[in-house]
């Protein structure tokens, strides 16, 4: 049985990681994106897919384990990210993993995200956990440094031991159908990023259509992302059911067309314990098993954990818990 | 399997929906329902039967077999109630539709358990679906009541109405039926299906306990042999029936010429096409809502899936990906998609009609998913490039099969689509709003889906064409069906007159022979015979062709030939009316003269009629651009556009009085509103008729528009009663024309509209002319129309 992979790291996840595919406009032409059928399929699947009781529990903890902890505040010291760390290596307490029968296994969240900045602090606070440390390199949030900016922080990240870059995509190239552009800057990233696995964040509240986040989660593909990512946290909205099944039909097209797996990552707004059931029976029905590991599916989010901490807890226990009941992250 | 387990695997774990308080519902009733009449549950009858859950096959509960006198007190109370419920005003029945709405939302889980363990149905369904819009059914419809006076103002009730309800929406029926009936002032007899009672059951026990009146709602369980007595009690002004097209057919004999209206929602094999522009994966997942909702046992399934000949290998094989992902399971599990099949019997023929498409040279698509053991339980499967000769692509298999097969045109698209018996639905998929809108114009059902499909909402008019029957449940469209329209009820018994015999012959100075009009041409009739046309003092006044079948046969292929009729702007159609009414006032006089020779009116009334006649003509030539579709606003984000449209080839039977203002009042709102015509004028006055084709040709109507067979009315109705091109028939004459009319249409279930021997007032405009003729002479198609980018 597939245990917890690592998105970065190990020689098997490179042997398929993508290698991208030549910029295809025939491709993006025929790109086709029914809003109102999208939401009916979204709206009715958490009904078709009930998950209860010790399923419940494992979903939740596998989600635990799909966390990319995140600290993205301007405010952000390196006690703080310290203390995140520190939650990311014991995200659940001992107790209750006792309790749901999963103590003799290691849970930690998928990753910890933090600026740039703060990668030398999380890589020490992490050291020998595995626990990946991932950046948001290239002018996080809008993403509108100079492009060589841009590639030489992807390269100080990663020589600061970032094992993955969160990337942020020039939403220009998109509003305007600068696909070319999309693709020479995508293809940069990935090649500043070098052994590093990098995630496009598209920044889908920015591009409003769900047809402008099909042909960017493509043309990202095709430049060579590994994952690709809805949102910096910082749009006016962030990871939705809709531009998810959009995405993540694209991983499938994309993976029709050149057999690599490319990973998901919603990011923001996904913060109770049931939206992220509803997101992996999204991942199950539109792309398959593979896709409910870390290696595969991401989560970003900070105020997620608590919520499915308590939650286990009230499986273990059978009462409702509560907020500080649970070490803060 | 423990947390760790379940963190491996991934899998889902069944979770199953509390059935506890349906069971103890069940239980209170452990000794047998009896049926809910005049207020009160019945003791369980002499004879029952036995309902069961067909996802295990266990027996649920003893219904009552309703019996002849079962259904003669439910009548009766139904009819002692119908005068007070009917007088009540509009709000007070508002407010009881209201509290039923309410008292539905109150008990929505307890009905849906119910309903998912009786049918098999998935809890998902019954949940998310079945009562939310039966619930809406009732408010929706408590809103018609309320502004009933003043939005119906010219309409009664109709009384007394007996509906019959299939098991596959057995609580969603309900609604559809019982909430218009009740709101616009109808009492109800209602049968629900005998394999699926107990919802039916409930509601009536939580309706007596909501303060709806004795006898309003009466409820009479059994199998068909119930249904039967419905049917054919004499007691009833309206069955509203829901079910298979050959009981349809059955029911529209039975009730042929008793007067009752008739309402029949039934078979269908609907398209669903996708265009090479479509989100194809939001098609696929359109498959899934079209043919495995409910297993498939919807009339309304997108059973025939017509897809681009260039996508056709991505569709399927996404479609075949899509199916691997479905879960058949138990009904009240929360993690299925597919449930039961309803019976056994089903599920064999179901099985039988599958293997027999694979043999017929279908390719089965059929997933590797895992089948509950026991129960009725049938995979979702799909039969690839199924030949159009077998018997699987032209039949309703009711069940989760779709056949499919290619096009490669959209006028191809279309010419598959509507090449069926059926005319219920159709979804259309493409991102072009020009190719959707237009294919959606040109598909003949009653209900078409852009970009979706199986959707239903209390506001927006379901019902079909062709032999998928007739009438509208829902919106506006569908109140009508419900009424009765005031100034047709005052109309006298015609007396049943025998021409005067024939004396002598009035010689013309130059010959005129009236010949048949076919084609937008002077036709001999077939046969070679003539009749003679007797004046009122005896005199002949002239000959007309003896019309035959084949006069008929050649008069439908002209009418069906003119089918671009339609398709003309109303704005030209509205001033081919009005040239009509210009050239028949030209010739006034003689219009009058030959009314007065035929009848003996005084010269004052014979030119009455006429200059009645051309006002008439001008009226519908005012609708023509006028009679106009509705935006209904279902709650979602789109639109849904309600549309008259055209019946089609619509056969006329003259009413015998009014030479030509009888011929002209049915006419012309049949051209104005696009179908096309063939009339058989007065039988003994045809000549106001046969000297108007002279009139037609002079005032630019296309050739098969209007096609004139003279002879025995009887005899040439029963041709056109019979013949299968011929989509609907109007009769005015004897109660005897009205039944042999009624009950000969029912080969392609055509419209029909008759008189049942009372004569219109065809001079009255209150009665005659207007929004009720125009009503007849369309159907409104609702085209669904979601959007967002």
């Known amino acids: 049985m597939q245990q917890t992979a690592r998105l970065s790291g190990s020689a098997s996840s490179n042997s398929w990681r993508n290698a991208g595919m030549p910029l295809d406009l025939g491709i993006l032409n025929n790109v086709r994106v029914n809003r109102s059928a999208t939401e009916r399929r979204v709206a009715a699947l958490p009904g078709r897919r009930a998950v209860k009781g010790p399923a419940q529990s494992a979903w939740l903890l596998k989600a635990v384990t799909c966390i990319d902890l995140t600290t993205l505040n301007g405010d952000d010291t390196e006690g703080r990210v310290r203390r995140l760390c520190a939650k990311a290596r014991q995200p659940v307490r001992p107790d209750i993993l006792e309790g749901l029968g999963m103590g003799d296994r290691r849970i930690t969240t998928g990753a910890v995200c933090v600026y740039h900045r703060f990668v030398p602090t999380a890589v020490e606070a992490l050291k020998g956990t595995g626990i990946p440390v991932a950046a948001v390199s290239t002018g996080f949030p809008a993403g509108l440094a100079p492009h060589d900016t841009k590639l030489a922080e992807i390269q100080s990240s990663v020589a600061d031991g970032a094992e993955e870059i969160d990337i942020v995509i020039t939403r220009e190239h998109v509003l305007t159908g600068n696909w070319q552009a999309l693709y020479d800057e995508m293809r940069d990233f990935r090649d500043a990023c070098g052994e590093a696995h990098v995630k496009a964040i598209l920044a889908t509240g920015d591009l409003k259509t769900l047809r402008n986040v099909a042909k960017a989660s493509l043309v990202c593909m095709m430049a060579g992302a590994d994952f690709i990512k809805t949102s910096t946290g910082k749009e006016g909205v962030n990871a939705t059911l809709p531009v998810s099944l959009t995405m993540i039909r694209t991983i499938r097209q994309y993976q029709e067309l050149t057999g690599f797996k490319i990973g998901y990552k919603p990011a923001g707004g996904v913060s109770k314990a049931k939206d992220v059931l509803n997101y992996f029976a999204l991942m199950k029905e539109e792309l398959g098993r593979d896709w409910l590991e870390p290696d595969l599916f991401r989560i970003g989010a900070s105020s997620l954990l608590a919520d499915i901490e308590r939650q286990l807890e009230h499986h273990v226990t059978g009462a409702y818990s509560a907020l500080e009941r649970h070490p803060i992250g | ?789």
């Open chain 2, 1 to 789: 399997m423990n947390v760790a387990g379940y963190f491996d695997s991934m899998d889902y774990a069944p979770s199953f929906e509390d059935d506890g308080a349906a069971r103890k519902w069940l239980a209170s009733h452990a000794k047998g329902f009896g049926h809910f009449i005049d207020g009160a549950f019945t003791k369980p009858g002499a004879e029952t039967f036995e309902t069961s859950e067909p996802a295990t096959g266990k027996t649920l509960a003893k219904i009552s077999q309703g019996t002849d006198a079962d259904v003669n007190a439910a009548v009766t109370a139904a009819r002692k109630a119908a005068k007070s419920w009917a007088a009540l005003p509009g709000h007070q029945r508002a407010l009881k539709l209201y509290a039923l709405a309410r008292m539905i939302q109150r008990n929505a889980r307890l009905l849906a358990v119910v309903e998912a363990l009786d049918n098999g149905k998935p809890i998902r369904e019954t949940r998310d679906i079945d009562m939310p819009l039966a619930a809406r059914h009732f408010y929706h419809h408590a809103g018609w009541a309320q502004i009933q006076e003043s939005e119906f103002r010219d309409f009664e009730p109709l009384g007394v109405v007996g509906q019959i309800i299939p098991w596959n929406f057995p609580f969603l029926m309900l609604a559809w039926k019982v909430a218009p009936a009740l709101a616009l002032g109808n009492t109800v007899v209602l049968k629900p299906a005998e394999a699926t009672s107990l919802t039916a059951l409930l509601f009536a026990e939580l309706a007596a306990a909501a303060g709806l009146p004795k006898g309003v709602l009466n409820i009479v369980t059994g199998d068909g042999r119930t249904g039967g007595l419905i049917t054919e009690h004499d007691g009833l002004d309206k069955i509203a029936f829901t079910g298979s097209t050959s009981v349809g057919r059955k029911i529209r004999e039975v009730t042929a010429g008793t007067g009752k209206s008739l309402t029949l929602e039934l078979g269908g094999k609907s398209p669903f096409i996708v265009f090479e522009d479509a989100d194809i994966d939001a098609a696929v997942e359109g498959v899934v809502d079209a043919i495995w909702l409910n297993q498939g046992q919807v009339c309304c399934a997108g059973s025939r899936l017509i897809v681009q000949e260039g996508i056709a290998e991505t569709f399927h094989k996404r479609l075949a990906a899509r199916m691997e992902h479905l879960r058949v399971g138990l009904s009240l599990d929360k993690t299925i998609d597919i449930g039961a099949i309803i019976d056994g019997d089903q599920l064999t023929r179901i099985r039988s009609m599958v293997d027999r498409g694979v043999a017929d040279g279908g390719t089965l698509l059929q997933p590797a998913t895992d089948m509950p053991e026991g129960g009725c339980f049938f995979p979702p499967t799909v039969l690839r490039d199924m030949p159009q000769t077998a018997e699987a692509a032209t039949e309703e298999i009711f069940g989760p099969v779709a056949v499919s097969t290619t096009f490669r045109t959209p006028g191809e698209a279309i010419e598959l689509a509507n090449h069926t018996r059926y005319g219920l639905s159709a979804s259309v998929w493409s991102e072009s709003v020009n190719q959707a809108l237009d294919v959606a114009a040109k598909l003949a059902s009653g209900i078409v889906w852009v970009n979706g499909t199986n959707m239903m909402d209390a506001g927006v008019g379901f019902g079909g064409v062709k032999e998928s029957g007739f009438g509208r449940e829902g919106g506006r469209e569908g109140c009508f069906e419900y009424l009765r329209n005031r100034a047709w009820t005052k109309g006298k018994q015609r007396s049943a007159s025998e021409p005067p015999a024939s004396r002598d012959y009035v010689i013309a100075p130059v010959d005129r022979t009236a010949k048949l009009f076919i084609g937008g041409k002077q036709a001999r009739p077939d046969g070679n015979h003539s009749r003679p046309v007797v004046g009122t003092d005896g005199k002949v006044l002239g000959e007309v062709g003896e019309g035959n079948r084949k006069d008929i046969r050649n008069a439908v292929e002209a009418a069906r030939a003119a089918a671009g009729w339609g398709a003309k702007s109303q704005h030209n159609r509205a001033q081919i009316l009005y040239y009509l009414g210009e050239n028949l006032s030209a010739r006034a006089d003689e219009f009058a003269a030959r009314l007065r020779a035929m009848t003996g009116a005084s010269a004052t009334k014979a030119r009455d009629e006429v200059d009645a006649s051309i006002s008439r003509l001008f009226t519908y030539g005012a609708w023509a651009d006028k009679y106009e579709g509705r935006v209904h606003m279902p709650p979602m984000r789109g639109l849904a556009l309600a549309i008259p449209e055209a019946i089609g080839t619509v056969g006329v039977i003259c009413p015998p009085e009014a030479p030509l203002l009888g011929f002209i009042s049915a006419v012309a709102p049949l051209i104005a509103t696009g179908n096309r015509v063939v009339a058989i004028p007065s039988e003994p006055h045809p000549l106001s008729a046969t000297d108007f084709y002279s009139v037609v040709e002079t005032s630019d109507v296309p050739a098969g528009v209007l096609n004139i067979v003279t002879g025995d009315s009887m005899a040439l109705a029963k041709v056109l009663a019979q013949h299968n091109g011929v989509d609907g028939l109007w009769a005015f004459g004897t109660a005897d024309l009205s039944e042999t009319v009624e009950k000969l249409s029912v080969g392609n279930l055509k419209r029909t509209f008759t008189d049942y021997g009372r004569r219109f007032d065809w001079s009255d405009p209150a009665v005659a002319e207007g929004e009720a003729f125009l009503r007849r002479a369309t159907q409104v198609k609702n085209i669904w129309v979601p959007y967002g980018e």
